[in-house]
Antibody, heavy 119, light 108 residues
Framework: QVQLQESGPGLVKPSQTLSLTCSVS??????????WTWIRQPAGKGLEWIGR???????NSNPSLKGRVIVSRDTSQNQFSLSLTSVTAADTAVYYC???????????WGQGTMVTVSS | EIVLTQSPGTLSLSPGERATLSCRAS???????LAWYQQKPGQAPRLLIY???TRATGIPDRFSGSGSGTDFTLTISRLEPEDFAVYYC?????????FGGGTKVEIK
């Protein structure tokens, strides 16, 4: 049973970089045909797809975030990470990591972690 | 980029009633790669439907999905108390894998 757990600072200052990690248990991030993904949700609002890293290591991100997103992985730790640069208050949200199998939607989610951007 | 528009924004119904939620895409969703999720306060979304009409594992049969192309529908045949939540559609065909804005199903 694959499980995901987000971790990282709950408070980030404006203009700095938000860094989160998703720890994966019960399965390897280098096996199968999966997208390991970051999704966020501002309070009271909808879900926004941020970016993903595939089992092969290929990545892509949402163009709406204007190149501020890096999704990477540490295979030795079975983790993948999100870096979001030049943050503003608009980046305040609950951040989820999630997994899908290519051709299918997201069936496994972390519990989410709240990140506030404030000085 | 595919944009998904959900309607209505809020649906006020009583337990036992039928709920019909709509999701419209700005362009055709190839292969009916359209999913529905349920989200309750403080929880991550839960997958209900994929492939527009296939229930995910463990989802009760009062939930059903239909549609193709640009118009999709989630139907809850008889609302149970635990069904009052926010529902999101998502296309998982074309990156970025956008979500709709959500429909809140609230108790009338």
């Amino acid at each position: 049973q694959v499980q995901l757990q987000e971790s990282g600072p709950g408070l980030v200052k404006p203009s700095q970089t938000l860094s989160l990690t998703c720890s994966v248990s019960g399965g390897s991030i280098t096996s199968g045909n999966h997208d390991w993904t970051w999704i966020r949700q501002p309070a009271g609002k909808g879900l926004e797809w941020i970016g993903r890293i595939h089992t092969t290591g290929s990545t892509n991100s949402n163009p709406s975030l204007k190149g501020r997103v890096i999704v990477s992985r540490d295979t030795s730790q079975n983790q993948f990470s999100l870096s979001l640069t030049s943050v503003t208050a608009a980046d305040t949200a609950v951040y989820y990591c999630a997994r899908r199998t290519r051709g299918y939607p997201y069936d496994i989610w972390g519990q989410g972690t709240m990140v506030t951007v404030s000085s | 980029e595919i944009v998904l528009t959900q309607s209505p924004g809020t649906l006020s119904l009583s337990p036992g009633e039928r709920a019909t939620l709509s999701c419209r895409a700005s362009q055709s969703v190839i292969g009916s790669y359209l999913a529905w999720y349920q989200q309750k306060p403080g929880q991550a979304p839960r997958l209900l439907i994929y492939g527009a009409s296939t229930r995910a594992t463990g989802i009760p049969d009062r939930f059903s999905g239909s549609g193709s192309g640009t118009d999709f529908t989630l139907t809850i045949s008889r609302l149970e108390p635990e069904d009052f939540a926010v529902y999101y559609c998502q296309q998982y065909d074309t990156s970025p894998l956008a979500f709709g804005g959500g429909t809140k199903v609230e108790i009338k």
